[in-house]
């Protein structure tokens, strides 16, 4: 089936430097993957969906300039974490599909990330 | 846009029992919705999923109803187990100018007593 494979799984960073994540598709191509973003004991928000070639689109309340995106292949995707503070201590998770919208979302393993 | 519903939060069951979550979506042209299972730190799993011109779906223990023009779905699993312990979300989603967005359901704790 259908792997996405994401690293770290988890890291520990100082607070000011920046952490990059990666999510691959590694049997498939994903034109589109998505960052998620969750909470202990809450569901998963996404962040924003990244586009192969073009600009992520960002949710609403998500800095663009602080989660920098880059989808550089269609089985490649990259979330930055620039500055990063304790605040954005969290379990980020990263999917894609395989096919079209009403196929299955694959997920990542996650990375947890903390910022001390 | 899409605004999806879960309850219950937390369900306690014993070995053997069913349970039964149920979601709400808000936009009727939504047509696609997973079940996805979490355990603890990992990756959510696809468990089940379902499409809109389709009424109900079983795999073994596990089934999903949909109801279009109540906008609600539902998941049962019957004969449960301890290892089906885990926070469980639905999802709805269509196709829009973004291409797939998915919205997810709050989630479910479940808690399967031996």
């Given at each position: 089936g259908a792997?996405?494979?994401?690293?770290p799984?988890?890291?520990?960073?100082?607070?000011?430097?920046?952490?990059?994540?990666?999510c691959?598709?590694?049997?498939?191509?994903?034109?589109?993957?998505?960052?998620y973003?969750?909470?202990?004991?809450?569901?998963?928000?996404?962040?924003?969906?990244?586009?192969?070639?073009s600009?992520?689109?960002?949710?609403?309340?998500v800095e663009?300039?602080?989660?920098?995106?880059?989808?550089a292949?269609?089985?490649?995707?990259?979330?930055?974490?620039?500055s990063?503070?304790?605040?954005?201590?969290?379990?980020?998770?990263?999917?894609?599909?395989?096919?079209?919208?009403?196929s299955?979302?694959?997920?990542?393993?996650?990375?947890?990330?903390?910022v001390? | 846009?899409?605004?999806?519903?879960?309850?219950?939060?937390?369900?306690?069951?014993?070995?053997?029992?069913?349970?039964?979550?149920?979601?709400?979506?808000?936009?009727?042209?939504?047509?696609?919705?997973?079940?996805?299972?979490?355990?603890?730190?990992?990756?959510?799993?696809?468990?089940?999923?379902?499409?809109?011109?389709?009424?109900?779906?079983?795999?073994?223990?596990?089934?999903?109803?949909?109801?279009?023009?109540?906008?609600?779905?539902?998941l049962?699993?019957?004969?449960?187990?301890?290892?089906?312990?885990?926070?469980?979300?639905?999802?709805?989603?269509?196709?829009?100018?973004?291409?797939?967005?998915?919205?997810?359901?709050?989630?479910?704790?479940?808690?399967v007593?031996?």
């Amino acid at each position: 089936g259908a792997v996405v494979s994401q690293h770290p799984s988890r890291v520990i960073c100082k607070s000011g430097t920046s952490v990059k994540i990666e999510c691959r598709s590694l049997d498939f191509q994903a034109t589109t993957m998505f960052w998620y973003r969750q909470f202990p004991k809450q569901s998963l928000m996404l962040m924003a969906t990244s586009n192969e070639g073009s600009k992520a689109t960002y949710e609403q309340g998500v800095e663009k300039d602080k989660f920098l995106i880059n989808h550089a292949s269609l089985t490649l995707s990259t979330l930055t974490v620039t500055s990063a503070h304790p605040e954005d201590s969290s379990f980020y998770i990263c999917s894609a599909r395989a096919g079209s919208y009403n196929s299955p979302l694959h997920f990542g393993n996650g990375t947890r990330l903390t910022v001390t | 846009g899409e605004n999806v519903e879960q309850h219950p939060s937390t369900l306690s069951v014993q070995e053997g029992d069913s349970a039964v979550i149920k979601c709400t979506y808000s936009d009727s042209a939504s047509n696609y919705f997973p079940w996805y299972k979490q355990e603890l730190g990992k990756r959510p799993q696809l468990i089940i999923d379902i499409r809109s011109n389709v009424g109900e779906k079983k795999d073994q223990r596990i089934a999903v109803t949909l109801n279009k023009t109540a906008k609600h779905f539902s998941l049962h699993i019957t004969e449960t187990q301890p290892e089906d312990s885990a926070v469980y979300f639905c999802a709805a989603s269509k196709q829009n100018n973004a291409g797939n967005m998915l919205t997810f359901g709050g989630g479910t704790r479940l808690m399967v007593k031996p």
